[in-house]
Every structure is written in structure tokens, then in C-alpha cells.
T-cell receptor, first 116, second 110 residues
Framework: DAGVIQSPRHEVTEMGQEVTLRCKPI?????LFWYRQTMMRGLELLIY????????DSGMPEDRFSAKMPNASFSTLKIQPSEPRDSAVYFC??????????????FGEGSWLTVV | QQPVQSPQAVILREGEDAVINCSSSKALYSVHWYRQKHGEAPVFLMILLKGGEQKGHEKISASFNEKKQQSSLYLTASQLSYSGTYFC???????????FGGGTRLMVKP
């Protein structure tokens, strides 16, 4: 089975540009998570969707960040405008009914973002 | 609240054992352990649920002490492939999201 698929794998962009990261969760999973990983802050949860509905976006840093999940097989994380401090690895993860019956989350390979 | 992992880093010789701890200030429902190699995604190792038993996975096992609000990961007879950063993720109830600790960097040398 295919795992969580993210694109692009690497992105280098200039400050002020719009960045869109994409994610396809594992087929059948109904929970989707966006995490950000940096050396300073570790793995931070940005937003969590359940059945395509945003449940908790308290981790989204500021209004420059937005996330959507238009259907069960696709999600985007958008940064507009991007800033150098947004440079990080952004992971998408998915789960089947996370938290119940011992289900866990499975990570994609990550999108490495560098804003110069 | 973010769980606290200890130690932050450990260096082992091949064949040695290690213990990584994950502590929470709140009562835990579940603890999830992951290993991440440099430049790769975190890979799930095992999950421990409140009231559950100690779990094992090859030579890697873990325990969950609900009273102490702590989980420990045991690496026995370490192999070079065990090198990486180990993260614990904690959830405080069944519908809670995972909050990850700061990670423990493990290096196994020949």
C-alpha cells in the first residue's frame, strides 16, 4: 500500500512568495495532520483534520498559514507570504480514527522548505 | 504540554543496551514511539495504551507506568541500524492529538 504522499519534496523560494505544500493521505484514513519540524522547536502540530473538517488549528503560527482539505484524498498547506523563519520540514501524517483502538499516525516523507 | 524525553543524546557501542524515557506532567492515555533517521520521516515503532501491557518489537520493547506518567523504550543488544532520533508522542485522551517530545539522539558505533 502507498504511504502518505507529499509534494514537493524540496522547495526553495524567495521571501514573500506563496508556497503550497500538498498531501495525499493513506487511502481509507480519515484523520490528517500537518506537522512542522525545526531544530529549535522539534515536531509541532500545526493543524488536524477529521473527516475533512479542521478540528484544531491552534498550532498554525499566524494568518500567513492556511490549510484545506477539500476531499478525503487531498490536503494543502499554504504559506502566503513566506518568510525565512518558515524554513523547516513540513510533514503530513494520516491515521485511521486516530486515538481509538490503538491507532497511530503515519508520516509522509516531508517537504523541505527553504525561504531565502 | 510537551512530554520530556531523557537523555537528550546517547552514544553506544554495538551490542550495548539503552533506555530512553518519556515523562508527562499530565495523565496519559497513550504513548507512541517513533524513530527518525536523518533526512527521513519518523517511522512508527510501537504504541502503548493506558491499562495495556508492555510491548515488544524485535529487540526493542517499551513499558508504560501510568502512576508515574512515564514510558520507557528499551533497546537491547543495539545494532548499527538503531541509530537515529527517537521520539515519544503522547495523547491525553482517546480523541487527543499527539504531542511529541524533543527527541533522543542515539548513535550506535561499531
Amino acid at each position: 500500500d502507498a504511504g502518505v504522499i507529499q509534494s514537493p519534496r524540496h522547495e526553495v523560494t524567495e521571501m514573500g512568495q506563496e508556497v503550497t505544500l500538498r498531501c495525499k493521505p493513506i487511502s481509507g484514513h480519515n484523520s490528517l495532520f500537518w506537522y512542522r519540524q525545526t531544530m529549535m522547536r522539534g515536531l509541532e502540530l500545526l493543524i488536524y483534520f477529521n473527516n475533512n473538517v479542521p478540528i484544531d488549528d491552534s498550532g498554525m503560527p499566524e494568518d500567513r498559514f492556511s490549510a484545506k482539505m477539500p476531499n478525503a484524498s487531498f490536503s494543502t498547506l499554504k504559506i502566503q507570504p513566506s518568510e525565512p523563519r518558515d524554513s523547516a520540514v513540513y510533514f503530513c501524517a494520516s491515521s485511521l480514527a486516530f486515538g481509538y483502538s490503538g491507532n497511530t499516525i503515519y508520516f509522509g516523507e516531508g517537504s523541505w522548505l527553504t525561504v531565502v | 504540554q510537551q512530554p520530556v524525553q531523557s537523555p537528550q543524546a546517547v552514544i553506544l557501542r554495538e551490542g550495548e543496551d539503552a533506555v530512553i524515557n518519556c515523562s508527562s506532567s499530565k495523565a496519559l492515555y497513550s504513548v507512541h514511539w517513533y524513530r527518525q533517521k536523518h533526512g527521513e520521516a519518523p517511522v512508527f515503532l510501537m504504541i502503548l495504551l493506558k491499562g495495556g501491557e508492555q510491548k515488544g518489537h524485535e529487540k526493542i520493547s517499551a513499558s508504560f507506568n501510568e502512576k508515574k506518567q512515564q514510558s520507557s523504550l528499551y533497546l537491547t543488544a543495539s545494532q548499527l541500524s538503531y541509530s537515529g532520533t527517537y521520539f515519544c508522542g503522547t495523547a491525553y485522551n482517546a480523541g487527543n492529538m499527539l504531542t511529541f517530545g524533543g527527541g533522543t539522539r542515539l548513535m550506535v558505533k561499531p
